[in-house]
């Protein structure tokens, strides 16, 4: 069969498919609905499981530990005026407002720093060796926080040794969790993220 577009048109054709028709399909036959592909598609999907990865106990112990870490890191720099009004007020270091904020500045600084070199070594897997390493320069910092009695001391204890340990346990905390959580990765960052302003 050939289609005319228009008297011009005397070249152009399209050629109809020929469908045969019979009248006598038999419909009683054919299969309930739904048996026959349902067994096939679960015999395809029996192999295949949900995945669960973001939302089991170990990714969702991972917020918790993220959350602890920041609320550690981020809330100890965010009290710095705290700490700051108590070293000008006890009359300890005899120093102005302006050298003593040098050490939470400092602290401010490593903590993301640091990133420079922690970064690459999460990537390479020393993510525990990161927290253990962070936790061992907090502690050590902060017990000798304790004790310092002069300017210097501070700067060491509290700005470079808490700097650095903060430094280390951030990107565990964030890298973690941006590791692990595909889907819902927004949730779990803004989460553990929290845990700075709630500290």
């Known amino acids: 069969m050939t289609i005319r577009y228009s008297e011009d048109d005397k070249d152009s054709t399209i050629d109809r498919a020929s469908f045969k028709s019979t009248p006598d399909h038999d419909l009683t036959e054919a ?9 096939e598609i679960e015999s395809q999907t029996a192999g295949v499981q949900k995945d669960t990865s973001e939302t089991n ?9 993220a959350f602890f870490l920041t609320f550690n890191t ?8 705290a700490y700051q009004t108590y070293y000008v007020s006890t009359d300890i ?32 897997g020393y993510a525990r060796a990161l927290t253990c390493g962070g936790l061992l320069l907090d502690v050590f ?9 002069d300017y210097w001391q501070l700067m060491l204890c509290q700005g470079v040794c808490v ?10 905390a964030v890298g973690q969790l941006a590791l692990t959580f595909k889907r819902h990765r927004w ?3 803004g989460l553990a993220q929290s845990g700075g302003s709630i500290g």
């Open 31 to 39: 299969p309930a609905v739904g048996s026959k592909q349902e067994e």
């Open 74 to 81: 981020w809330a100890v720099l965010n009290t710095y005026g």
């Open 93 to 124: 270091l005899r120093r102005t407002n302006s050298q003593i904020s040098w050490i939470g500045s400092l602290q401010g600084f490593l903590i993301l720093g640091t990133l420079i070199i922690t970064g690459p070594l999460f990537d390479r």
């Open 163 to 172: 700097g650095l340990g903060h430094g280390c346990l951030f990107i565990v």
């Open 57 to 65: 106990w170990a990714a969702l112990s991972q917020i918790v530990v």
């Open 187 to 189: 949730m779990a960052l």
């Open 141 to 149: 910092g902060m017990m000798m926080t304790s004790i310092a009695t």
